[in-house]
């Protein structure tokens, strides 16, 4: 997969996250992402208040979720286009980026027809994108609660196989 | 204190924005204070250009023919004077040249300042913009903020909309107002736009602050000092330390910079002081538009800020003191000693330079003095006097409001001129120079010579802000029945203005002259027969004089006439931030007794007629002719009337002193001034009934010695006929034990 195509990838499914998780932050989320995939540390590091003349004070960093579901959705990602390798013969770069995009709900096909055509995850493939993504999210300082939910709503934006 | 309280409605908060922003001085003080400061280093640099070496050479040979002029080898002060006239004269002639230099390059490096200060002024926003990687917050990003912000500067009725920038990368909760003059900014955080989903009564506190400032009108004061600052820095500072450093003169260095580094501290505290002021104000003002309780609540989350020195460079206060004085803005109008200190320091600074450069024009010109005032003390006096009385004359003005408003404890006016004082004497300690130069000083000069004039400035500032005190506690009550004070105390503010230039330029001339004289003869008498000249022939002769004494007592008594009018104290509307129908009190003070003194002071000016009927009696009847036309009977005759004139006059002064109990000083000079009036008169006449001549330079000499000088005298005897009174009133009566029994 292009890295640029990657990218835009996870930004769609990344902006997903974030208008189920945290709406507010919809409207930094285009610039945010574009950062991010520029300098991820950086974005993630986040900046500290300054005083400045004729400002408010001195003000704390909000937390922000939108850099952490950008680099939880790059590692989800980067965990699905493995697994997809593995599963398939051919290597083309494009058929691969296909296979993964269809992998997410918001890029299945709207006709039932072609669901059978579809990849899925395996429910043993999909606990492990949810460890991934709860781990990614404790590393990246936030909490239990949100932890889970952002790991269960990154789950649930995957195809599941019938069982 | 003399008062009783009157209940009358009032509501919570005391209002800040009903007087001027004191802190709209201390701007245009600290640009004043680059300026001034920067004329030091122009001066400084003459000395280093090599093309000018020869320029200095002569320069300094001109000085030497006042080397020469000593107080002790003239026969009489007259013959010093003329001399010293003569002197001045050739050295203005053999340094114009110099001069001229002076004045281009002083002239063009301030030209340079303002051009680059204009510059750094206009460019700022855009650097603003660049480095804050702000952008326009578009419809297209958040529409629903975007309308928000539409309509809260529709609501609060802000006269120009700013523009809304914001950087979706900063993830703090903060916001920033900043711009040009028709080109206002507000930038917003990321974090603060995600708070308009999430808690937008804090993300409508923190905008309301930031349009509070625009609406203060804080951002074109604040970044063109800023500019003028960075100006100073660019234009001045580097270059100077540059060329100083090539000059490898390790001593100049080190007293140059000795010398800057508190100024350049003191400027650059000072304006973070009063930074920190503006953002109370621009909090008391966004709690007029939507309450105090988010805005609290806001505050209370901002980390506390550090203590120490980092507390004074920062240029927002602590939050907890942000919250408090939302509650209490009474707290905005507490006197503050040390910013009084630091106007003297920056003032002393300042003054001295403008002083030399009014000097060089003075001596290219030919003109030096006016009405007998020197121009080069004049002119200083005229640019910083009123910054001085906007600055400290207006928070004394707010200080007595709030004391009579009854919600802050009094301060001593008086205290703020002693700061201011100590500020103005111990300023001069920067100017010391190894150069040669006019307006600067040395040890010796400061520590011994200025001593005395030194210790009379302390107290003339000290009696001159409790004047100016006293003058706001009697017309605050006149404006409570207006609907503005603004009219009262900018008119205040403008006759102490006009009073304390006079006050100044006659002291300073005198510490002047002094210090020249002692500098030749260190003797007191010599000094003594010098001035004395110069007292009793100018200062007491000038119409300026008579102007400040009449001003004195003019302007607190003028409020009667207004204040009889009324028949109750009412609530102002402009008093108090909050309509609100909570009852308050406002101190009603005693009422002026401007007729007893005008009754006594016409009494006093009688009983000088009838005297002075009988001496003129006893003159022509009983004193030999012979005697009566020489000359030393004249003079000692004419000294008798005088000074019997001016001893009655202080005696009236006390009599009203004590009888009144409400400004007795002010009204005991106002009866002496009448009875000094009706003495000059009874003079004139006299002289006329005897058939001697009466022209308009005798008239005015006669007035100018009786009253100019009775009112001098009875200054002083009623000040300490008022300390008396005072101690006397206040003092608590003690009984022995035994005589607390009752009887039967």
């Known amino acids: ?163 | 204190m003399d008062t009783n309280s009157a209940t009358i409605h009032r509501p919570s908060r005391l209002n800040p924005f009903a007087f001027r922003s004191d802190t709209d001085s201390s701007f245009v003080l600290l640009i004043i204070s680059v300026l001034g400061s920067s004329l030091v280093f122009f001066n400084m640099l003459v000395y280093y250009l090599p093309f000018l070496h020869q320029q200095i050479v002569v320069f300094t040979d001109c000085s030497l023919a006042f080397l020469k002029v000593k107080p002790t080898n003239y026969p009489d002060p007259y013959a010093y004077a003329d001399a010293l006239a003569a002197a001045s004269a050739t050295y203005d002639r053999c340094s114009s040249t110099f001069h001229v230099i002076l004045f281009a390059i002083s002239a063009g490096g301030i030209a340079l300042i303002l051009t680059v200060a204009a510059g750094i002024y206009w460019f700022f926003p855009m650097w603003k913009l660049r480095r804050g990687k702000l952008v326009p917050l578009s419809s297209e990003d958040a529409p629903q903020v975007v309308d928000y912000l539409s309509n809260l500067c529709h609501e609060i009725g802000l006269p120009a909309r700013p523009r809304f920038v914001w950087n979706p990368l900063n993830l703090t909760s903060g916001a920033l107002a900043f711009g040009r003059l028709r080109g206002y900014y507000v930038a917003l955080s990321g974090g603060l736009v995600t708070q308009f989903y999430t808690d937008q009564p804090a993300f409508r506190a923190i905008v309301l602050h930031e349009l509070a400032h625009l609406r203060n009108a804080d951002v074109n004061k604040t970044y063109f000092t800023v500019a003028i600052w960075w100006a100073f820095v660019a234009v001045v500072l580097l270059p100077f330390v540059v060329i100083v450093l090539l000059q490898s003169q390790i001593a100049i260095t080190l007293d140059l910079g000795l010398r800057v580094l508190p100024l350049t501290a003191l400027v650059y505290l000072t304006r973070n002081a009063v930074l920190r002021t503006r953002e109370y104000y621009a909090d008391v003002r966004a709690s007029t538009w939507d309450g105090a309780h988010v805005l609290g609540r806001v505050l209370k989350a901002l980390p506390h800020n550090r203590k120490g020195w980092q507390a004074m460079v920062s240029v927002h206060p602590d939050p907890d003191e942000r919250r408090r004085v939302l509650d209490e803005t009474q707290r905005l109008f507490r006197l503050n000693f040390w910013r009084a200190f630091g106007v003297g320091v920056a003032v002393t600074i300042a003054f001295s330079n403008i002083q030399e450069l009014v000097s060089w024009i003075g001596s290219l010109t030919g003109i030096k003095q006016v009405d007998f005032l020197a121009l080069e003390l004049l002119v200083p006096a005229i640019i910083f006097v009123p910054v001085i009385v906007g600055v400290l004359g207006l928070d004394t003005w707010r200080a007595t409001f709030a004391k009579i408003a009854g919600d802050e404890a009094p301060h001593d006016a008086g205290l703020l001129g002693l700061s201011l004082g100590l500020g103005l004497v111990l300023g001069r300690f920067l100017l010391l120079s190894p150069q040669p130069l006019l307006g600067t000083t040395d040890l010796r000069s400061l520590l011994i010579y200025e001593l005395p004039w030194n210790i009379l400035l302390l107290i003339l500032l000290f009696f001159f802000y409790r004047w100016i005190a006293a003058g706001a506690s009697v017309w605050l009550e006149v404006a409570a029945n207006h609907r503005s004070p603004r009219l009262i105390y900018t008119s205040g503010l403008i006759i102490a203005s006009v009073i304390l230039v006079i006050w100044l330029e006659h002291l300073f001339s005198y510490r002047d002259l002094s210090n020249i004289i002692l500098q030749e003869s260190f003797s007191v008498s010599v000094v003594i027969d010098n001035l004395k000249p110069q007292f009793l022939e100018v200062t007491l002769l000038q119409v300026s004089t008579f102007l400040a004494f009449v001003c004195l007592w003019a302007f607190p008594l003028a409020a009667s006439i207004w204040r009889e009018r009324r028949a109750t104290v009412a609530a102002s509307s402009w008093a108090f931030l909050d309509s609100s129908s909570q009852s308050a009190r406002w101190s009603v003070q005693e009422p002026l007794r401007p007729l007893l003194a005008m009754m006594i002071g016409l009494v006093g000016g009688l009983i000088y007629c009838f005297l002075l009927l009988l001496i003129e009696i006893w003159r022509h009847s009983y004193v030999p002719v012979a005697i009566t036309n020489t000359d030393q009977f004249h003079l000692w005759f004419a000294l008798v009337l005088l000074t019997g004139g001016a001893v009655l006059q202080a005696i009236v002064a006390v009599i009203v002193t004590v009888w009144v109990r409400r400004l007795g000083v002010l009204q005991g000079l106002f009866a002496a001034f009448l009875a000094g009036c009706v003495m000059t008169a009874a003079l004139c006449i006299t002289n006329l009934l005897y058939g001697e001549s009466l022209d308009l330079f005798y008239v005015g000499s006669v007035l100018g010695w009786m009253v100019n000088g009775g009112a001098m005298l009875a200054l002083l005897t009623a000040l300490v006929a008022s300390a008396l009174t005072g101690w006397i009133r206040h003092k608590p009566l003690q009984y022995p034990p035994s005589s607390c029994t009752l009887s039967t």
Do not use: C, W
């Open chain 1, 1 to 163: 997969m292009a890295y640029s195509d990657q990218n835009q990838l996870i930004a769609d499914l990344a902006r997903d996250i974030v208008a189920q998780t945290a709406p507010q932050e919809l409207p930094l989320f285009r610039t945010m992402s574009a950062a991010y995939f520029k300098n991820p540390d950086k974005v993630l590091k986040g900046q500290s208040g300054k005083d400045e003349m004729l400002g408010f004070g001195v003000a704390e960093a909000v937390v922000m979720l939108t850099p952490s579901i950008l680099a939880i959705m790059s590692q989800v990602v980067q965990f699905v286009m493995a697994e997809v390798q593995k599963s398939v013969a051919t290597n083309t770069a494009d058929v691969i980026n296909d296979l993964v995009t269809r992998m997410f709900k918001k890029f299945r096909p709207a006709d039932e027809k072609d669901h059978q055509n579809v990849p899925a995850l395996t429910t043993e493939q999909l606990t492990r994108v949810r460890n991934l993504a709860y781990q990614e999210a404790h590393k990246l300082a936030l909490p239990d609660a949100q932890a889970g939910l952002l790991a269960d709503s990154i789950v649930g934006s995957l195809v599941v196989a019938p069982s």
